[in-house]
């Protein structure tokens, strides 16, 4: 299954998009059998709606699509997709209606409907195929899509199939689709190479964990993504409840999400320095298991005191943090779906991510606003540097009182990076708990076309 636009066609069905309070004016200039169509229909293009106008012999004359109104169009993304899947099947071209400022990210959610996960089932989704809107990149949306099909697939495979072993796979496949350079370190290795926690987190594993280190592109600033890859996470020696390990297969949604932004990057072939760096791990229960009150030394060489197993994210993400600020980059962000207290403070809608410079802040947050990649700026506040400070050890990795768990996780990890001046964080859900327009329930990406969007301006390409 690809994400792609259908081809043209002489045949295609012609689609008129419509707001809810410019329906009387478009009835009225239409031919007295189309009004009595709609009227008979009941179309009073509300957000989510479509109708087929029949012609000669029974064919599609034209569609419409509802988009309701401004202030309904708030409340939802994707009001084209919405309305699309009512559609019968075939090849449609929108000749009407469509803001050009929209015309892209309306486009891509179309062809986002047509994502399913088959891997395990014949799903037997169809979606109506759409010719690329007169002005849309088309290049550009189907290297989006296909992006965010790679993040869709990676976090939907359980672990059974998707472990470090399997997130090391994808991503040299990926490499090899685009002639990146990519170098695993597995094992022991990590020892001798000095990635001490990542090798502590994952070793309780029948599955070794390693650090995979992609590069890509020779010109340009240099940007480096990091995406937090524990594969599952048991929570370790403070194991976590049933209904709180269901969906820990996502728990390496940071990675599924920095994989799928690199592939877009490459794609589209941006001029950028690009590295991906994952650390990748399951987070299990044996004898070898670390412990709580264990105190661990990081490739920094900063000492962390363990407090609670199930926070092992930052932990691994904290040796690949290291590692990429020793490279002095231009930008380094990481994504991981991180903390709970994310999900509390934002829902599983808003994407939170920190930035050390205000700048860089506010173009993300505009280029979010036209790409329907909703993001949220929390705050790196240094008063609160102090909770994850233990005394014994320099840093602690679970602090106690259950205040600004987001906060505290990010600034844990700006501890990581010294050298860079110009870091971001994201702590995801990667996860649709509802299915939505252009979003079936399942994994999701979330920040990554933002980032895409930005970037020429955040590196000034």
């Not at 309701?68 to 919405?82: C, D, I, N, P, Q």
């Not at 709180?244 to 877009?264: H, P, R, W």
């Not at 506040?381 to 505290?408: C, Q, R, V, W």
Request: include cysteine.
């Amino acid at each position: 299954m690809t994400l792609t636009f259908a081809p043209e066609t002489d045949d295609a069905i012609p689609v008129t998009i419509l707001d809810a309070d410019a329906l009387t004016d478009w009835l009225d200039a239409q031919p007295e059998s189309t009004q009595a169509w709609v009227d008979a229909q009941g179309f009073k293009a509300g957000l989510g709606s479509a109708i087929a106008v029949p012609g000669e012999g029974g064919s599609i004359a034209r569609a419409v699509i509802g988009i309701g109104t401004a202030s309904t169009r708030e409340r939802a993304r994707f009001a084209v997709a919405a309305g699309a899947a009512k559609l019968p099947k075939g090849t449609y071209r929108i000749t009407e209606g469509l803001p050009a400022d929209q015309a892209e990210v309306e486009a891509l959610g179309w062809l986002l409907s047509a994502y399913s996960f088959d891997r395990y089932r014949d799903q037997k989704h169809s979606f109506p195929g759409l010719i690329a809107p007169e002005g849309v990149d088309s290049a550009r949306v189907e290297a989006i899509a296909a992006g965010e099909k790679l993040t869709r697939d990676l976090i939907n495979t359980p672990a059974s199939d998707m472990g470090p072993d399997a997130l090391e796979q994808a991503a040299r496949d990926l490499a090899k689709m685009f002639g990146a350079d990519i170098s695993v370190t597995t094992g022991e290795d990590l020892l001798a190479q000095n990635f001490p926690m990542i090798h502590t987190v994952g070793r309780a594993s029948a599955t070794p964990p390693r650090l995979i280190d992609m590069t890509w592109g020779n010109e340009g600033p240099a940007l480096v993504l990091v995406g937090k890859g524990v594969c599952f996470d048991t929570g370790g020696l403070n194991l976590k409840p049933g209904a709180s390990m269901g969906l820990m297969k996502k728990d390496m949604g940071g990675s599924a999400t920095v994989l799928g932004l690199a592939l877009m990057i490459m794609a589209l072939d941006l001029p950028v320095r690009l590295r991906v760096l994952i650390p990748a791990v399951e987070n299990s229960v044996s004898g070898n298991a670390f412990r709580p009150q264990d105190i661990l030394t990081s490739r920094k060489g900063l000492t962390v005191e363990i407090n609670n197993t199930d926070a092992e994210g930052r932990l691994v993400l904290a040796d690949a943090l290291a590692l990429a600020d020793e490279g002095k980059p231009d930008l380094i962000i990481s994504m991981a779906t991180l903390t709970g207290a994310a999900r509390v403070a934002v829902g599983p809608d808003l994407a939170p991510f920190y930035a050390n410079e205000d700048t860089d802040a506010l173009t993300l947050a505009q280029a979010a606003g036209a790409q329907a990649d909703p993001v949220w700026r929390m705050p790196f506040h240094a008063p609160y540097e102090k909770m994850i400070e233990p005394g014994i050890a320099d840093l602690d990795n679970a602090p106690k009182g259950g205040f600004a768990g987001s906060i505290t996780a990010a600034l844990f990890l700006r501890r990581f990076v010294t050298e860079t001046p110009r870091y971001m964080h994201f702590d995801i859900f990667a996860w649709q708990p509802t299915a939505a327009p252009a979003r079936p329930k399942g994994g999701v990406g979330q920040g990554a076309r933002a980032v895409l969007a930005a970037l020429p301006d955040l590196l000034k390409l």
